[in-house]
C-alpha cells in the first residue's frame, strides 16, 4: 500500500473501534457509501476529533462494526490516501495525517476562486485563510526592543549552568509585580516559570492529581487544556449558561462529583471571550474551599480587553486563607506565541513541590525568552497594550459586521475581550461545516473541540485575529461552505436538530 507524501510519517496512537463507531453515529448516509465514509473521517480530522498520527481500525474490524462491506471501507480509506489524509504500511495499517503543503485544490473552478478575487491574486487575499489559530503576531517595535536588550543582559549569566528550575529571580520579580498592580498582593516565592502556560498546567495537574480523580471543567473550555486534563483525569463538563457562568451548577458539581480540582477561564474565555463578574469570583472560591477542591484559573487572556475601564480582580484575590486558587498564566496571547514562557502563581510550598518535579520532564526554562519576557513586562506593557487595543477591537468589530451581512442566521455575543467570537450557527453541524470550509479555503475549529463529551456541535469559534479585510473574505468563504454543506454539494444536509 501508498500513500501520497504526508505531514505525519508513523502513528503515535491509535482510535478503537467502539469510540470511532460513536464518532461517526451522526454522519450523513449519502451515496455512495464509501465516499460519505471518507467525507466523516476527514471532518473528524480536520476538526481535530481524531488526532494526527492516530491508527485507525482495520477495515474488516470496522466494516463490521458499521454495518458495512468490507469493500465500503476499504474505498474510503483508499479515498483518503488518495487526498493525503491517510497513510499506511504494510504491518503497520493505516494512521491519520495531512496532506503535505495542503493547499485548496486548483483545477477547474473551486469553490474559493468563485469568491471576491483569486485567492493569491492581486487582492491580497491568501489562499487558506487559518482560523484554527486565535493568536496575533509579534508586537512590534516593542518586541524587537525587548530582544536587543535581552541579549545585553544574557551576558551576566552566561557563567552560570543557565537551569533556573524556579524561573529567573527577575522574571519571577516582575510577575509577581503585576499580580499586585492586578490587585493581588504577590511574592516572587509564588511565582514559577514554565514553558508556556499548557507546561505550566501540565506542572500543576501531574503534582496534584491521580488517575482516578475527577477535574471539572468550564464546557465549552480551552481545547488545549481539556486534552491536557483528560490525560491525567476525569473531566467532569460544567455547562456554561447563556450570560455566563452557572454557579449552581458549579455548587451541585463540586457536591456531587467531589472533584479533586477544577479548571477554568475566568477573564475573557477561550472560546467564548467572556468575563466573570467579581461577585462570582468571590463566590465559586467559596465553594471550591468548602468542597475541598483546588481551582486552578487560567489567566492566559486576562490581558486582552478591548475596552480602557476597570477589570475584575484576579480569582486569587478571594483566596483569603490560601492554598484554594493556582493561577497559570503565559506570554504568549499578552505578547506573541512565540515566546513559551508562562508561569504558575501558588503558595510557596506548592511551587517548591512542582519544581522539584520538574527536573523529570523540562528542567528549566530558556533564560534568553525569559529575559525577553521580563523586558517585556517591565519595559513596553502599557504602550503596547494601548496599541495593539483599537487595532484588535476594529478586527473584532469587522468580523462582528461580516457574520451578520454574510451569515445573518449565526447567533453570538459581541465580547468585550479575548480573541475570538463563539458563534452558534444556523442549525448547521460545526464539524460539517469544518469540512467543508476546508475545500473553501478557510480553516475553521468546530464547537466539539472545545468540550470533552462530543457536544458543542452547533457552534465554531472565529478568532479575530487577522486583518479585517482578511477576516471578511474568510466569512464569506464560511458562507459559502456552509451553504454547499446544508444543499449537499459536500455531502448531505448535515443541519442539526
Known amino acids: 500500500m501508498s500513500s501520497p507524501?504526508?505531514?505525519?510519517?508513523?502513528?503515535?496512537?491509535?482510535?478503537?473501534?467502539?469510540?470511532?463507531?460513536?464518532?461517526?453515529?451522526?454522519?450523513?448516509?449519502?451515496?455512495?457509501?464509501?465516499?460519505?465514509?471518507?467525507?466523516?473521517?476527514?471532518?473528524?480530522?480536520?476538526?481535530?476529533?481524531?488526532?494526527?498520527?492516530?491508527?485507525?481500525?482495520?477495515?474488516?474490524?470496522?466494516?463490521?462494526?458499521?454495518?458495512?462491506?468490507?469493500?465500503?471501507?476499504?474505498?474510503?480509506?483508499?479515498?483518503?490516501?488518495?487526498?493525503?489524509?491517510?497513510?499506511?504500511?504494510?504491518?503497520?495499517?493505516?494512521?491519520?495525517?495531512?496532506?503535505?503543503?495542503?493547499?485548496?485544490?486548483?483545477?477547474?473552478?473551486?469553490?474559493?476562486?468563485?469568491?471576491?478575487?483569486?485567492?493569491?491574486?492581486?487582492?491580497?487575499?491568501?489562499?487558506?485563510?487559518?482560523l484554527g489559530i486565535a493568536s496575533l503576531p509579534a508586537p512590534e517595535p516593542w518586541l524587537s526592543a525587548a530582544v536587543a536588550a535581552a541579549a545585553d543582559e544574557l551576558g551576566g549569566y552566561l557563567g552560570s549552568h543557565g537551569y533556573f528550575p524556579m524561573g529567573l529571580p527577575v522574571l519571577r520579580e516582575a510577575v509577581a509585580r503585576r499580580y499586585t498592580e492586578r490587585g493581588v498582593p504577590t511574592t516572587p516565592d509564588q511565582i514559577l516559570v514554565s514553558n508556556g502556560a499548557a507546561a505550566g498546567l501540565s506542572l500543576v495537574l501531574g503534582q496534584l492529581l491521580g488517575?482516578?480523580?475527577?477535574?471539572?471543567?468550564?464546557?465549552?473550555?480551552?481545547?488545549?487544556?481539556?486534552?491536557?486534563?483528560?490525560?491525567?483525569?476525569?473531566?467532569?463538563?460544567?455547562?456554561?449558561?447563556?450570560?455566563?457562568?452557572?454557579?449552581?451548577?458549579?455548587?451541585?458539581?463540586?457536591?456531587?462529583?467531589?472533584?479533586?480540582?477544577?479548571?477554568?477561564?475566568?477573564?475573557?474565555?477561550?472560546?467564548?471571550?467572556?468575563?466573570?463578574?467579581?461577585?462570582?469570583?468571590?463566590?465559586?472560591?467559596?465553594?471550591?474551599?468548602?468542597?475541598?477542591?483546588?481551582?486552578?484559573?487560567d489567566e492566559t487572556m486576562a490581558e486582552t480587553a478591548l475596552h480602557d475601564g476597570p477589570l475584575p480582580r484576579p480569582v486569587a484575590a478571594y483566596d483569603r486563607a490560601g492554598g484554594t486558587v493556582v493561577a497559570v498564566g503565559s506570554a504568549g496571547k499578552t505578547f506573541w506565541g512565540g515566546l513559551r514562557i508562562g508561569w504558575v502563581r501558588a503558595a510557596p510550598e506548592l511551587v517548591r513541590a512542582i519544581a522539584a518535579q520538574r527536573s523529570s520532564t523540562d528542567v528549566a526554562s530558556p533564560v534568553l525568552e525569559q529575559l525577553v519576557v521580563r523586558r517585556l513586562l517591565v519595559d513596553h506593557l502599557p504602550q503596547l497594550l494601548a496599541a495593539r487595543r483599537p487595532r484588535v477591537r476594529a478586527q473584532r468589530d469587522a468580523l462582528v459586521a461580516a457574520v451578520r451581512e454574510h451569515l445573518p442566521g449565526w447567533t453570538f455575543t459581541v465580547p468585550d475581550g479575548g480573541l475570538s467570537l463563539w458563534a452558534r450557527t444556523d442549525g448547521v453541524s460545526g464539524s460539517g461545516l469544518a469540512g467543508a470550509a476546508d475545500r473553501w479555503g478557510v480553516r475553521v475549529a468546530a464547537g466539539p473541540r472545545f468540550g470533552v463529551d462530543g457536544t458543542l456541535e452547533r457552534f465554531v469559534r472565529l478568532p479575530f485575529t487577522l486583518p479585517a479585510a482578511v477576516l471578511r473574505e474568510a466569512v464569506v468563504r464560511l458562507a459559502g461552505a456552509g451553504g454547499s454543506v446544508v444543499s449537499g454539494v459536500d455531502g448531505e444536509d448535515v443541519r442539526v436538530a
Open 211 to 297: 488517575p482516578a480523580d475527577r477535574v471539572a471543567v468550564d464546557s465549552p473550555g480551552y481545547a488545549n487544556a481539556l486534552q491536557a486534563v483528560q490525560r491525567v483525569a476525569r473531566p467532569v463538563p460544567v455547562a456554561l449558561a447563556e450570560e455566563g457562568w452557572d454557579l449552581a451548577a458549579w455548587a451541585r458539581v463540586l457536591r456531587e462529583a467531589a472533584p479533586r480540582l477544577a479548571y477554568l477561564i475566568a477573564d475573557f474565555h477561550n472560546p467564548t471571550g467572556r468575563l466573570m463578574p467579581e461577585e462570582q469570583r468571590e463566590r465559586l472560591v467559596s465553594l471550591a474551599r468548602a468542597a475541598g477542591t483546588v481551582l486552578v484559573v
Open 5 to 130: 507524501p504526508s505531514v505525519l510519517g508513523t502513528p503515535r496512537t491509535s482510535v478503537g473501534t467502539a469510540q470511532l463507531v460513536r464518532l461517526l453515529a451522526s454522519r450523513p448516509n449519502g451515496r455512495p457509501a464509501y465516499r460519505s465514509l471518507a467525507d466523516a473521517l476527514r471532518t473528524l480530522v480536520l476538526d481535530g476529533r481524531v488526532p494526527l498520527a492516530a491508527r485507525l481500525p482495520a477495515e474488516r474490524e470496522l466494516a463490521a462494526a458499521l454495518s458495512l462491506s468490507r469493500t465500503t471501507v476499504t474505498a474510503a480509506y483508499e479515498a483518503l490516501r488518495a487526498e493525503g489524509f491517510l497513510a499506511s504500511r504494510r504491518g503497520s495499517g493505516s494512521w491519520t495525517t495531512l496532506p503535505a503543503g495542503r493547499e485548496v485544490p486548483s483545477a477547474g473552478i473551486s469553490p474559493v476562486d468563485s469568491c471576491h478575487g483569486v485567492p493569491g491574486g492581486p487582492d491580497g487575499a491568501p489562499r487558506v485563510i487559518d
